[in-house]
């Protein structure tokens, strides 16, 4: 589904955010992506979301290059990025509506997607209320729904259960769950590593820019902890 290659990507020229990454995402996989604050997690995201440019390598997504053609990339992904800043002005309806005229969903999908969801997330008697009276979690709901909406191929999430109540966390899990017996990948980043262990069949860790681990969750967390994993491999070198 997704194959990462070679990518690396620098802001200044000199310290790479991301260092020569190497992986693969495949159908059905739900994949967790851990590392410390600054890591390169939301960089690496971003790229393949075609939202910044990278300096080398390449990214494909169904056979796809986000590089040469971001279009038909951005037709088949949903990124939710770790801060949900959309249009405050509009209602939420009117916002998902706008996200379904983009995906040029039809109004019967539309309807039902945005009523199965809203209803699911407990936000379907404010979607028309303005935007800018949702708490951060009911506006991440909101995303949330705008993303699944249009039944993509990758979903991408930086941090997604931020925010969210314990209920919706759970239903989230769900989603995902469903979401990769029908062959969707989910690709996301998160500090919650319980999470991580419990959910996703992959994970990597990225240290500084480089994969320092990844694989099968089982087989890296063998006899221990995610986490004891994780403060080991972020340990200062």
Avoid: W
Avoid at 33 to 41: D, E, L, R, S
């Amino acid at each position: 589904m997704m194959i990462i290659k070679n990518v690396s990507k620098s802001y200044d020229g000199i310290k790479k955010a991301c260092d020569s990454i190497d992986l693969t995402i495949e159908k059905g996989d739900i994949f967790g992506f851990v590392g410390h604050n600054g890591a390169g997690k939301t960089t690496l995201l971003k790229s393949i979301a075609g939202i910044i440019d990278f300096d080398s390598g390449d990214i494909l997504v169904d056979g796809h290059s986000i590089k040469t053609e971001p279009l038909e990339v951005k037709k088949i992904i949903s990124y939710i990025p770790d801060n949900p800043d959309i249009y405050e002005s509009l209602t939420g309806i009117q916002y998902l509506e706008f996200i379904s005229d983009v995906f040029k969903i039809d109004l019967d999908q539309r309807k039902r997607e945005i009523d199965k969801y809203a209803t699911l997330f407990e936000i379907i008697d404010v979607l028309n209320n303005p935007i800018s009276s949702y708490s951060h979690g009911m506006k991440q709901k909101l995303v949330i729904i705008s993303a699944l909406i249009h039944k993509p191929k990758l979903f991408l999430l930086d941090e997604p259960f931020v925010g969210l109540d314990p209920k919706a966390s759970y239903q989230l899990k769900q989603i995902f769950t469903e979401m990769c017996n029908q062959g969707v990948s989910i690709f996301f980043s998160t500090h919650v590593l319980e999470v991580v262990e419990k959910l996703c069949n992959k994970v990597a860790i990225i240290k500084q820019g480089k994969i320092v681990a990844q694989g099968n969750t089982q087989e890296i967390i063998a006899n221990q902890s995610l986490e004891n994993i994780f403060m080991e491999l972020a340990k200062e070198s």
